[in-house]
């Protein structure tokens, strides 16, 4: 299992040495952690990207009458994950939910 962590080891930073004299355990944290990173870097590159090129459409004369702008958030969905709406409540609306779970 330590054999297929080194290559990706390697490419996050830890030198040979350093990779040798620590623990699965240590190992196994500091890639997912540069994951997580690399993945919330590519989140925010999307998001750049996205609003360079919305500006980038609307702004073209000579292209079609009607453009179709097609989002990078909708084409890379399964990295946005989708959060509840959330309905707000007024005071008493919340007082009389407190009410009910007594």
């Not at 990779?19 to 998001?47: A, G, H, R």
Request: charged residues 25%.
């Amino acid at each position: 299992m330590i054999y297929a962590l080194e290559p990706l080891a390697y490419y996050f930073g830890i030198k040979p040495d350093e990779f040798w004299n620590s623990e699965y355990s240590q190992i196994n944290l500091y890639i997912q952690v540069n994951m997580v990173k690399m993945l919330d870097d590519f989140k925010s590159q999307i998001m750049l990207q996205e609003a360079v090129t919305d500006k980038m459409i609307r702004a073209d004369a000579l292209g079609n009458r009607r453009p179709k702008v097609i989002s990078l958030k909708t084409i890379f969905a399964n990295l946005y994950p989708k959060e509840p709406k959330i309905k707000y409540q007024s005071p008493q609306e919340q007082l009389e939910r407190l009410r009910k779970l007594k």
